[in-house]
């Protein structure tokens, strides 16, 4: 017979009770558990009664936190990072050139400069195992709170983070976004502002993606109003081409239009210039605190950094 401490601090009813704290929405925990809604709410009342009281309530249609639900939720978080810390120390004690390391990476960025190091890489440590996930921001944040990938590759500042404690970052390159456009007497100016690039609809990543909202937040502190959407879509490439082909205008990142010939794309009246202000981002690697610790990890950074010593991360994008 399980015991009372079994009942609650099983994986599947912590897995659920977290899901259904982020969301707060019955329907979309189940959805995103890959469960029915009647089974979830199954689980949370199996759960309240072992706990003998109310973890969630309801305001109308909207769920909320008791307060012993936000015992249990701080609880959990603990447990996990008591779970981490020890498979952390656990891996600290293992070689630097065997094993996996898992990347998240942010689905809008180029990967061609990281495909390129894991394949030196391996030649030099065949028994190292480097994987690739491409994910949204929210699916970077819960991979690595839940220790399911090691490094994060993704844009920062990124303003829809609130807890930075548990986290460090490392700086790959700094970046900006560039205007395309369709406009001869703006690409006389050195730099546009961007109360002048609201003249036709835009093609955009879509609007939860981090680009997106850096621009949506750009336009707001400036006051203009955000350009009209034509269609969105994820990879840069299918962005530009879209923008070539119907006159609409967009913004994307330096790095990706360095692999761009400008003189092609002047030669067919679109015109690429600077914002201003400029849009600036970076791009870094973030992880866990003292994740760089585990031989391998520390390894893969420090032999990243060798790589773009010896050609630096732009040019390697313009091959």
Known sequence: MKTTQESIFSSKTLSYFLQLADTMNYTQAAQILGIT???LTQQIKKLERTVGTSLFYSVGKKLRLTDAGFIMLRTTHQ???????ATDEIQQATSSTTGEIN????ASIETKVFEDFALELYHENPDLVVNFHMLTRKEIWESLENNKIDLAIMYLPDESIKNWKPYSSKKIISDDLLLIHHNPDLSKKKRVQLKDVNDRPWVMY???????QTLRETF???MVDFPTAA???TMPEQILKFAINTGTNTALPKSYMVNINLKDLTSEDIFVSEFDPKVKFDLKFV???NKNEIPRI?????????FLNSRDYLSRLAD
């Open 37 to 39: 809604q009647p089974a």
């Open 79 to 85: 447990i996990y990072d008591l779970l981490n810390d």
């Open 103 to 106: 990347l998240g990476i942010l």
């Open 206 to 212: 879509p609007q939860d993606y981090y680009l997106n």
């Open 220 to 222: 707001k502190n400036q």
């Open 231 to 233: 269609a969105r879509y």
């Open 287 to 289: 992880y866990r605190k």
């Open 298 to 306: 520390g390894r893969f950074l420090s032999k990243f950094d060798e």
